[in-house]
């Protein structure tokens, strides 16, 4: 295979890695506490040629490479919902919460109170303080979670909601589920508790649509070019290998 094919090539690869990531944010647009990806490219540069038809034999070749994915933890909107167990979270901060692979982290707020008593996330995971996991009995009411992470009810004081923040939350893995893991965690300094609203996606639809027009279009091009290449090589082929002529 020719040089530029391999080029165009690597460049398709890297553009349907891209889409994937375009498709799954749109996918996620009206996922509570969701956070946009984007693809990092950088230049792969071949130091020798595949192809020894060059008047210098050390003429580099540039391949595209998708190297990294990026996270977005801009806040999203937040919506009122007059719910007591709906929690938005204003600033850095995560929410902790107790998985049977460990301690995970999400911005996603929409809590509920399971059939045991349990604060627990929307998946049912559930959801940590300070002190552990947080259980209501059946009695409690007036459920109230303040600016600080407090939690009050009709019984008295819960505790403190277990909020994170990351030094570097780049370094954050995503684990599904609309979950975080890794990182070095730290006590939230930076972060405000909203009761009664959920933050929403960060993902912009306008955006994402048009960067999928965009990423289709540019795949679109290499594979018209890939083709033009083909019919070139094959056309001289042809005439190369007719004797007759």
Same mark, same amino acid.
Do not use: W, Y
């Given at each position: 295979m020719e040089n530029a094919q391999l080029i165009s090539l690597s460049r398709q690869i890297a553009l349907k890695h891209q889409m994937s990531v375009v498709a799954n944010n749109v996918a996620n647009i009206n996922t509570d506490g969701f956070k946009a990806q984007s693809l990092l490219f950088e230049e792969y540069v071949m130091p020798v040629a595949a192809d020894k038809d060059f008047a210098f034999a050390d003429q580099p070749l540039s391949y595209t490479q998708d190297w990294a994915?990026? @996270?977005?933890? &801009? @806040?999203? /909107?937040? &919506? *009122? &919902?007059g719910n007591e167990l709906d929690i938005a979270l204003q600033g850095k901060g995560f929410l902790s919460v107790q998985t049977p692979a460990g301690e995970r982290w999400t911005r996603a707020g929409a809590l509920k109170i399971d059939n045991t008593g349990l604060l627990v996330t929307d998946n049912g995971y559930p959801v940590l303080s300070e002190g552990g996991q947080i259980?209501? /009995?059946? &009695?409690e009411t007036d459920i109230q979670f303040n600016q600080d992470g407090s939690i009050l009810t009709s019984a008295g004081n819960k505790g403190f909601l277990r909020l994170v923040e990351f030094?570097?939350?780049q370094t954050l893995k995503r684990q599904g589920d609309n979950l975080f893991s890794g990182g070095t965690p730290r006590a939230a300094t930076d972060t405000v508790v909203?009761?009664? /609203? +959920?933050? *929403? !996606? @960060?993902? !912009?639809?306008? +955006?994402?649509? /048009?960067? #999928?027009? *965009?990423?289709n279009r540019s795949y679109q091009a290499i594979a018209n070019l #890939?083709?033009?290449q083909d019919k070139l090589r094959s056309d001289a082929i042809n005439v190369l290998g007719n004797l007759s002529r």
């Open positions: 994915t990026a @996270n977005d933890f &801009t @806040n999203g /909107a937040i &919506t *009122r &919902t259980r209501f /009995a059946p &009695t030094d570097d939350p909203v009761q009664g /609203a +959920l933050e *929403r !996606s @960060n993902v !912009s639809g306008v +955006l994402q649509v /048009a960067e #999928m027009i *965009r990423v #890939m083709d033009k």
